[in-house]
C-alpha cells in the first residue's frame, strides 16, 4: 500500500499557472504508475494525466494537453503537475493517484485502473 498527500492547491485567476505536488510514501515509488484526477462539484471523477514509472512515458486527457505537464521524480518521491493558463473550468478538486498495474495507453485513464489516492487538494480560478 502507498500514502499519498496532495499540496499546492489554491486560489488563483483565469491566466494564471499552479504547481500541485503529490508525495508518496510506503510502497516503493518508482515501481507506481501515477496519476491525476479532477473533481469538481456535482461531476464524475476526471482523469487529468498520467506517468509511468520512470517518466518516459506520459498521458494527458485532450483538454489538458499543452497547458498541464506531469513529472516525476523517483528519488524525492513526488510526482508534481505544473497547470498554466488556468481556466475557472479547471476548478476542481485534484487528487494523487497509483497504480501497481502495467503501462496501458487509454487504460491509464480509467479511475478503476488506480488502488491508491491521496485526499485531495482544491484549485479555484477565479475569472
Known amino acids: 500500500q502507498v500514502q499519498l498527500e496532495e499540496s499546492g492547491g489554491g486560489l488563483v485567476q483565469a491566466g494564471d499557472s499552479l504547481r500541485l505536488s503529490c508525495a508518496a510514501s510506503g510502497r516503493t515509488f518508482s515501481s507506481l504508475i501515477m496519476g491525476w484526477f479532477r473533481q469538481a462539484p456535482g461531476k464524475e471523477r476526471e482523469f487529468v494525466a498520467a506517468?509511468?514509472?520512470?517518466?518516459?512515458?506520459?498521458y494527458y486527457a485532450d483538454s489538458m494537453k499543452g497547458r498541464f505537464t506531469i513529472s516525476r521524480d523517483n528519488a524525492k518521491r513526488t510526482m508534481v503537475l505544473e497547470m498554466n493558463n488556468l481556466e475557472v473550468a479547471d476548478t476542481a478538486a485534484y487528487y494523487c493517484?497509483?497504480?501497481?498495474?502495467?503501462?496501458?495507453?487509454?487504460?491509464?485513464?480509467?479511475?478503476?485502473?488506480?488502488?491508491?489516492w491521496g485526499q485531495g487538494t482544491q484549485v479555484t480560478v477565479s475569472s
Open positions: 493517484a497509483a497504480s501497481t498495474e502495467p503501462w496501458i495507453p487509454g487504460v491509464v485513464a480509467r479511475p478503476d485502473y488506480f488502488d491508491s
Open positions: 506517468i509511468n514509472w520512470n517518466g518516459e512515458r506520459t
